[in-house]
């Protein structure tokens, strides 16, 4: 899973040494990676921070619609495939825990500042998985956006951020072909499989066009960011790239994309499509999503619940310092 | 007809060591195979079982780490739930496969141990549960590792290395737990507390268990039981925690006789093939 930035910061403000920020535009500007002890400008800092934070948030948010279906998965196979997706969903998590920590805020930190809501994650989670078929239009879908998003980040300048890409995009691959088959499965089922199908289909298209984020004149942060190599596509040619891609696999499975306006256009080499609803979005972005209030709830509450956990393997990991120091 | 060489006793001395039924490829008889796909049935719903209750955790665990192991010892439990039952169908002949066992039988046909339905309560209870059965299944699974039926014994050996795992695992929390903090200490007690009456049937000896046992397809459960308390012994001691106090023994899985937790967690885990009786997923 994937998050594009989601909060409009303030200005930059360029209060940075000149010579330090020369040196360090032009070693960016040459592609080369800059690693946790290298000087960066605070700006950098922040906007990796805060784009690395939000991407661990979105695994581990993201392991909520898809864990609400292990349980029910309708096969043996189907639940070990799950199983092991969830994981490594929660081993992303915590690279990128890690990445981000690297820039000196600590994983406290972080997972504080997404439960008081200050700290966004991908507004895709905020929606509800109904049927089996959701599960396979996550996998299709949402890492499939993911994807799009994630295979230039390998690219980023972030040393250990893209680092944490390499492995993180083979997963997504693995999660967007099972995802895939559940489809085919599905769509060359029963009338009752199709018609979950084609639903999962009509729910997440669009909020998986919004996983992009805002238009390109509407996203402020883009050009610095891509200046600085942290992206290194704007938000529309991703969001165009993943349309292209994933209209003739809908033809292939015989459903339906739910937007009229989609149309191949020979002139531009790539399908037009309608207007993605940015009232929804920003709601969603705001927190206002149809499970957005669940999702948050559930994942406080196992904060809170497994507080006494964590304090019980802090006090005895102290005990043991102590008696190793004895 | 000339005369066959006398038989050497080297050869001899192999012939004796081999499984009951021959060395050769004797038609398996029908009580032979019913007592294996019982004991295929035991093994398969455990593992099953178990693997769906740790599934409940996914994403609310009290850490990152620990929903990845929590997932981590699910998928190793799923997988070899498929192993077991794909064989149980095969063994029974009947064309039932690995999900028609696990997705297609009410309660009284299940064959688990009541330990592994038991609710996840909080994360004591649940490791509670999981080294009481972790350290049971490992010294299990030593043993079927040598089975007179090749096939158990090969998805034993090979599953035996998950269950070294889940068991340290295990082991490494309760310790933690039983000598962290107060509130640690006491909630793991009454996790231990909670399960404690479900461990004698693990070691019970049945007639099914007791006749798997004489065609070398069910170990001595005496010898586990010995290995089992020492091990718990040993990591109770570090926990700093006593033993439960012993209590009257709850029996029943193993023929069908169930808590009335396991009749919910199939519904939830069965409602897809149930509603759909013709899909394929």
Not at chain 2, 45 to 57: A, M, N, T, V
Not at chain 2, 75 to 82: E, K, M, N, S, V
Request: net charge negative.
């Amino acid at each position: 899973m994937y998050t594009t930035e989601l909060q409009k910061n303030a200005q930059v403000q360029n209060l940075e040494d000149p010579a330090k920020l020369e040196a360090f535009e032009a070693r960016v500007a040459a592609d080369e990676f800059i690693e946790p002890k290298d000087w960066m400008p605070e700006a950098y800092r922040r906007t990796l921070t805060r784009q690395i934070s939000q991407h661990a948030h979105s695994e581990i948010v993201g392991m909520l619609p898809e864990g609400n279906w292990i349980s029910r998965a309708p096969s043996l196979r189907r639940k070990a495939i799950l199983l092991a997706k969830v994981q490594d969903e929660a081993g992303h998590g915590l690279y990128l825990y890690s990445a981000a920590e690297t820039l000196g805020t600590s994983r406290q930190e972080m997972i504080e500042a997404l439960h008081s809501g200050k700290a966004k994650y991908s507004t895709i989670f905020n929606y509800p998985t109904l049927t089996w078929a959701d599960i396979g239009a996550i996998g299709w879908l949402v890492d499939g956006a993911a994807i799009m998003n994630q295979v230039p980040l390998q690219r980023t300048s972030y040393g250990p951020y893209a680092r944490a890409m390499v492995r993180v995009c083979k997963e997504e691959s693995f999660h967007q072909r099972q995802g895939y088959e559940i489809m085919m499965a599905m769509c060359a089922g029963t009338a009752d499989q199709k018609r979950m199908a084609q639903d999962a289909l009509n729910r997440w298209w669009w909020p998986s066009l919004m996983m992009f984020g805002p238009t390109d004149d509407n996203s402020p942060n883009t050009a610095q960011s891509m200046r600085w190599r942290i992206k290194r596509d704007t938000n529309d040619e991703l969001r165009q790239k993943f349309v292209d891609i994933t209209v003739p696999q809908a033809d292939a499975l015989g459903l339906t994309v739910p937007d009229p306006q989609v149309k191949w256009n020979e002139a531009k080499g790539g399908y037009d499509f309608g207007e993605v609803d940015w009232e929804e979005f920003y709601a969603v972005v705001k927190g206002e999503g149809p499970v957005a209030k669940e999702r948050m709830k559930a994942r406080r509450e196992a904060w809170e619940k497994g507080a006494w956990v964590r304090e019980a393997a802090a006090a005895y990991a102290e005990k043991l310092a102590a008696r190793e120091a004895a | 007809m000339p005369s066959l060489p006398p038989i050497r006793p080297e050869d001899e001395e192999v012939a004796l060591k081999t499984r009951p039924g021959g060395a050769f490829d004797a038609p398996v008889d029908e009580e032979h195979r019913a007592t294996l796909f019982e004991m295929l049935l035991r093994l398969g719903d455990d593992s099953l079982i178990l693997g769906q209750r740790l599934g409940e955790w996914c994403g609310h665990a009290p850490s990152v780490e620990v929903d990845l192991s929590l997932a981590n010892i699910a998928l190793d439990l799923i997988g070899q739930a498929t192993h077991f039952l794909n064989l149980a169908g095969e063994i029974e002949g009947r064309g039932r496969d690995g999900d028609a066992l696990a997705f297609h039988r009410d309660v009284l046909d299940f064959r688990n141990c009541l330990l592994v339905e038991q609710p996840n309560g909080d994360f004591a209870q649940t490791m509670a549960r999981q080294l009481l059965f972790s350290a049971w299944q490992k010294r299990l699974f030593d043993q079927l590792a040598a089975s007179s039926d090749e096939r158990v014994a090969a998805i034993a050996a090979k599953a035996v290395k998950e269950v070294a795992y889940h068991e340290e695992l295990a082991a490494e929390w309760v310790i933690r737990l039983g000598d962290g903090t107060d509130e640690s200490r006491a909630r793991m007690a009454d996790g231990l507390d909670w399960m404690w009456r479900f461990v004698p049937e693990l070691f019970e000896l049945d007639e099914a268990a007791a006749d798997a046992n004489g065609r070398g397809l069910w170990p001595d459960v005496d010898l586990l039981r010995t290995g089992y308390d020492a091990r718990l012994q040993t990591v109770l001691a570090e926990a700093t925690l006593d033993a439960p106090k012993p209590q009257r023994p709850i029996l029943g899985g193993r023929r069908g006789h169930h808590s009335e937790h396991l009749g919910h967690l199939i519904a939830v885990m069965q409602f897809l093939p149930r509603t759909y009786p013709d899909a394929v997923w």
